[in-house]
């Protein structure tokens, strides 16, 4: 069974810091790595997908890495602003679409 | 992309009651999920909805508590049956046009039981 892990779960940085998000999974044999956003009363928004054959992807201010055969994903958020506030869900696709994932990095930016 | 919506938003339920969580989507889509996200937990899959079938569910999850229904490409209902405490979650739908796709979530419904 796979096995998701995010540390730290929670973290509080000044605003401008960069913000680096770890997540671990046990089983390599993944189609892809998704980084979504939650905040409270709201669905998840997909923020990157990693596809298996991908070492990197990056949209704006944020990249993710990934290294399938360590097991091993990191999330940097670069200069973070209030805004980017919110719990951050590691996932990964063992086959079909289905997602297992992490509990989550509880991100608060401080003005 | 797509767009999903979730009814109701939010429940308040008693103990031994039913209640049904509606997930529409606005374009035809292959596969739909149904997830859980206990206080303080990660979100955890319930069950694959099938269109014109039964759906497949988790290890740990069976029909008798948490029917699904899927009568087309765009809707989906999960009922909790006979609900307890312990079901106070989120309960979130997703769909994916197939493996290595992007998910979409829906808003997700939260429900508290007494």
């Known amino acids: 069974k796979q096995e998701v892990t995010q540390i730290p779960a929670a973290l509080s940085v000044p605003e401008g810091e960069n913000l680096v998000l770890n997540c671990s999974f046990t089983d390599s044999a993944i189609y892809n790595l998704q980084w979504f956003r939650q905040d409270p009363g709201k669905g998840l928004t997909s923020l990157l997908l990693?596809?298996?054959?991908?070492r990197e992807q990056t949209s704006g201010r944020l990249n993710a890495s990934l290294d399938k055969s360590s097991g091993r994903s990191t999330l940097y958020i670069a200069a973070s602003q209030p805004g980017d506030s919110a719990t951050y869900l590691c996932?990964?696709?063992?086959?079909?679409?289905?997602?297992?994932f992490g509990k989550g990095n509880q991100v608060v930016v401080i003005p | 992309s797509a767009v999903i919506s979730q009814k109701p938003s939010r429940d308040i339920c008693q103990r031994g009651t039913s209640l049904t969580i509606q997930c529409q989507v606005d374009?035809?889509?292959?596969?739909m999920f149904w997830y859980r996200q206990q206080p303080g937990q990660s979100l955890t899959l319930i069950a694959t909805a099938n269109q014109g079938s039964e759906a497949t569910y988790e290890s740990g999850f069976v029909i008798d508590k948490f029917p699904i229904s899927r009568p087309n490409l765009t809707f989906s209902t999960l009922t909790v049956s006979n609900m307890s405490p312990e079901d106070s979650s989120i309960y979130l739908c997703?769909?994916?046009?197939?493996?290595?796709?992007?998910?979409?979530f829906g808003p997700g419904t939260r429900l508290t039981v007494l």
């Open positions: 996932a990964v696709e063992g086959g079909n679409n289905r997602l297992a």
């Open positions: 374009s035809q889509v292959t596969m």
């Open positions: 997703s769909v994916g046009r197939g493996p290595g796709d992007t998910q979409y």
């Open positions: 990693i596809q298996s054959s991908q």
